[in-house]
């Protein structure tokens, strides 16, 4: 397993571009997981897709549903803590941008 692909994954999210082969790279893990290959305990599956997901949808341009990567992000904590980290997310989103989330600009 490539241990680094999460970090560079997100740093070609946050720059807009496949900056270190990203898509070449999850082939492998990605059929894997598929096939059942290799196994992660639930909420590090939940990262890994929500991560692989975010890079495909703001380094690709792929058409992935926000609530799909932020639905998956969130299945990484237990259903508590979920609601508290979205709670305060939606909260710094309408104090950032008035409320208007299309105006909160590149992924931080």
């Given at each position: 397993?490539?241990v680094?692909?999460?970090?560079?994954?997100?740093r070609?999210?946050r720059?807009?571009?496949?900056?270190?082969?990203?898509?070449?790279?999850?082939?492998?893990?990605i059929?894997?997981?598929?096939?059942?290959?290799?196994?992660?305990?639930?909420?590090?599956e939940?990262?890994?897709?929500?991560i692989?997901?975010?890079?495909?949808?703001?380094?690709?341009g792929?058409?992935?549903?926000?609530?799909l990567?932020?639905?998956?992000?969130?299945?990484?904590h237990?259903?508590?803590?979920a609601v508290?980290?979205?709670?305060?997310?939606?909260?710094?989103?309408?104090?950032t941008?008035?409320?208007?989330?299309?105006?909160?600009?590149?992924?931080?």
């Amino acid at each position: 397993m490539d241990v680094e692909l999460p970090t560079d994954a997100l740093r070609s999210a946050r720059a807009g571009t496949d900056l270190a082969d990203i898509a070449g790279r999850y082939l492998e893990p990605i059929t894997a997981l598929q096939d059942d290959d290799l196994a992660f305990p639930d909420p590090v599956e939940f990262a890994f897709y929500a991560i692989y997901n975010c890079f495909r949808k703001y380094a690709r341009g792929d058409d992935i549903p926000d609530w799909l990567i932020v639905n998956q992000a969130l299945s990484v904590h237990d259903d508590r803590e979920a609601v508290s980290r979205l709670t305060r997310a939606i909260d710094e989103v309408g104090r950032t941008t008035s409320g208007n989330a299309e105006d909160a600009g590149p992924i931080r």
